[in-house]
């Protein structure tokens, strides 16, 4: 028998807030323990919770982005469980009326070449819902560290259907969702700070049967290649089970990255098992409707919409556009500098090629500039090499120069021009003079060039290039080396 692998994904991501969930301690990633708490944080007797009417507007925005109904009421519901990482006994969450509904992700499935624009689909979800982190407990050889710095930080928790059916397309849904949420701002999604978590959901099925089989749980896979990797072992464990007449519990597992493998941590818990019930001290939230038309109105593009928008409006490339709009930071960039001077295929090539090459090689320096809002460089200054290109005051291979230089120094490419002296050279005189010594020079080149071989005409070019230190107008020398060895 053949197996069918189905997996649901919940993620939980960090919505950006300067302050927690229900109370006003601040947030803020990488401070030392326990200093970002307060006594609701703590759970003292006596406190009540006050919401944190950002967050919910954050997710409604991450709802909508994500095509979801976003619910006329949701309310609070207490999770109850024992467990240090929680002082007040149970986590607030909304078990029974969610902020969003429903809601699908567009995905993009890796084509036969990296080059080659993938199959889209759309994977439906199922609900995104509204809960507080709970702290961090680290497990020591004798004991167990614990820090409240996290808990009570908002968390969107966006749970799909059972749609997705391969390790490839959860990484690929993954990688989806979190451009989106990037995009809209909602989270930075940073896997490495825990801003975004995953657990996985994976169930066989004999294939063309309906009915979902035995599912077991991963729980917080904390970078994409996990998610896989985990997937991958969990498809491998329970097709080796059912294929030796065994049954799948239906357990949760823990991952173990050294090891590459998972082992059971419990036998799943039943929604019964948490006593869920309404939060007594927090009221329900009536979502108002023009809010939440102003909140959608407010929305970018989706980031594989505005791919589409530049492949036709602009006709870039997908080569181009895959790497321009995976980044609202770099798309912006590109449409703030097309403001400038409307030369899209130059500016598209410049930030996805030269820009993007300078970032890295600078990070890897130990400069600090890693991402374009902290290199010295604006929209204006790219725009700028593009306009004083096309209107020929240097030519694309001194642009090359210029692109350095102002990388580095954070000069206007028009200023660097000045100072270096790189002009292009339109004197018509010097480079007529410096084409007949190369004429005379290169009889050989000459003569291929007459017998009809249009490329030995470059050879000459190299000589005058190299007198006028690349200044030469590259069209202009074309065409008089051309003349004159017609003439001559
Ligand atoms: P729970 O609240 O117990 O975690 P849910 O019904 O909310 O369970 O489902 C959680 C996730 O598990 C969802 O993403 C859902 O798509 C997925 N899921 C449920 N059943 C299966 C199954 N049989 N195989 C794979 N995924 C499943
Ligand atoms: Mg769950």
């Not at 300078?358 to 929209?379: F, R």
Request: glycine share 6%; with cysteine; net charge negative.
């Amino acid at each position: 028998m053949t197996y069918e692998a189905v997996i649901g994904l919940e993620i939980h991501v960090q919505i950006k807030t300067r302050t927690k969930m229900f109370t006003s301690a601040p947030y803020v990633y990488g401070a030392p323990p326990n200093t970002l708490t307060d006594a609701v944080v703590l759970g003292l007797p006596g406190t009540l919770p006050v919401l944190n009417h950002s967050a919910i507007e954050k997710c409604a925005q991450l709802g909508l982005m994500l095509g979801c109904e976003i619910a006329e009421v949701c309310k609070w519901d207490r999770k109850n469980y024992f467990y240090p990482d929680s002082p007040k006994n149970y986590q607030l969450t909304q078990n029974e009326q969610p902020l969003c509904l429903g809601g699908r992700v567009e995905i993009e499935l890796p084509g036969p070449s990296r080059n080659i624009e993938g199959a889209h689909r759309w994977v439906t979800l199922n609900r995104i819902h509204l809960e507080e982190d709970p702290g961090k407990l680290s497990h020591e050889a004798f004991d167990t560290l614990i820090d409240f710095n996290r808990a009570g930080v908002p968390l969107a928790e966006i749970v799909t259907e059972p749609d997705l059916f391969s390790s490839t397309e959860a990484v690929a849904f993954l990688n989806a969702l979190r451009n989106c949420i990037v995009y809209a701002g909602i989270s930075d999604c940073d896997m490495e700070k825990g801003q975004m978590r995953c657990d996985a959901n994976v169930s066989l099925r004999p294939v063309g049967s309906e009915q979902l089989g035995t599912r077991t749980e991963m729980k917080n896979l904390n970078s994409i290649s996990n998610v896989k990797a985990a997937i991958e072992y969990e498809i491998e464990r329970q097709t080796a089970l059912l294929e030796a007449g065994e049954r799948v519990l239906q357990e949760t597992r823990r991952w173990d990255v050294d090891s590459g493998t998972s082992f059971s941590l419990r036998s799943k818990e039943e929604a019964h098992d948490y006593r869920y019930f309404p939060d007594p001290d927090l009221m329900p939230v009536q979502m108002d409707r023009k809010r939440v038309a102003e909140l959608a109105a407010e929305l970018p593009e989706r980031p594989l919409e505005t791919q589409r928008r530049y492949q036709s409006e602009f006709e870039l490339p997908y080569t181009i556009t895959s790497v321009l709009c995976v980044n609202r930071e770099l798309s912006d960039f590109f449409e703030a500098a097309l403001k400038t001077h409307p030369a899209p295929k130059a500016i598209a090539n410049y930030i996805t090629n030269d820009l993007l090459r300078e970032l890295s090689a600078a990070s890897e320096h130990g400069d600090s500039a890693l991402s374009v809002s902290e290199c010295p460089l604006t929209p204006e200054h790219i725009a700028t090499l593009a306009k004083i290109i096309d209107e020929g005051l240097i030519s694309r291979q001194i642009g090359k120069e210029v692109f350095t230089e102002m990388f580095r120094t954070g000069e206007m490419p028009d200023a660097i021009v000045e100072r270096k002296g790189l002009k292009q050279s339109n004197d018509s005189g010097e480079i007529e003079a410096l084409c007949r010594e190369a004429i005379a020079n290169n009889e050989k080149a000459v003569g291929q060039y007459k017998e009809g071989n249009e490329k030995a005409i470059n050879a000459l070019k190299g000589p005058v290039m190299k007198a006028t230190k690349g200044k030469a107008n590259p069209a202009m020398l074309d065409a008089l080396l051309k003349k004159l060895i017609d003439e001559g």
